[in-house]
């Protein structure tokens, strides 16, 4: 993968928004875009995401040679890069509670949100410029700061868990832990291994979760992923399903 080259603003409406215009302008690929600060950051499901000043806010723009179904893997890769540059950049001495991942997409310490990854792809055509495919969004947020309101939610920064982390050393260690796990991933080839990676940085098997995938909310168990990376609940019965997509709560 081509080293991606680094691209700071101070403030835009969304960096997701901002990444996927400049790439598909003909901007070249991969590259970071990095905000100090987003006036209309974006969550899951178009949801808020409140994005002050302090706080991570990037995304990375990456051309892809596979499918929309498998670039779908990317919220398991980004999951397993942000522990992984967390916990290189979080001294042990500070107590710091070990984040966690629940799927598809929450960085969380406890039952708090730290952070979320918002995966989005679009088509390349060479009326785009020289790039052809498809481009992947990779957005990632994180309270390092503070830790802004999300109604119906706990959350967490890592200032709140006596944790200061210079912004530049997060977004070096994200930025490095992102490429590997790029690398491992090799588009879908090495997504067994990426997955097996997920598990031992998410929830425990057996953490009670309640998800909305449909017109009633199910509720159970996290029995794990699927080979696919889908969201496998066990009911109390031990029935295990199924979800490819769905709002997932801590029950």
Request: charged fraction near 15%.
């Amino acid at each position: 993968m081509t080293l991606p080259r680094f691209i700071h603003v101070a403030e835009t409406g969304s960096t997701n928004a901002e990444a996927m215009n400049r790439a598909l302008a003909g901007e070249r690929l991969p590259f970071w875009l990095i905000a100090d600060r987003q006036t209309a950051g974006r969550g899951r499901s178009g949801r808020a995401w409140v994005s002050e000043q302090g706080n991570l806010h990037a995304s990375l723009a990456l051309p892809l040679g596979c499918g929309p179904a498998i670039a779908s893997q990317l919220s398991i890769v980004a999951g397993v890069a942000v522990i992984d540059a967390l916990a290189a950049v979080i001294p042990p001495s500070t107590g710091c509670p070990q984040p966690r991942l629940k799927w598809p997409n929450d960085i969380l310490i406890g039952p708090a949100k730290l952070g979320g990854i918002l995966i989005e792809t679009a088509s390349l055509s060479p009326g785009n410029g020289p790039s052809s495919g498809l481009v992947a969004i990779i957005g990632i947020g994180l309270n390092l700061a503070h830790a802004p309101p999300i109604e119906g939610r706990a959350v967490t920064s890592l200032s709140s868990h006596a944790c200061s982390i210079y912004l530049k050393s997060m977004i070096d260690a994200l930025a490095s832990a992102l490429a590997h796990s790029l690398i491992l991933w090799d588009e879908g080839a090495g997504f067994q291994a990426v997955r097996m990676f997920w598990l031992e940085r998410a929830l425990p098997i057996g953490t009670p979760l309640t998800v909305n995938a449909g017109p009633e909310p199910a509720s159970g168990t996290f029995a794990g992923l699927d080979h696919d990376g889908a969201l496998l609940l066990a009911d109390p019965g031990g029935r295990i399903a199924r979800y490819t997509f769905g709002d997932v709560t801590l029950t």
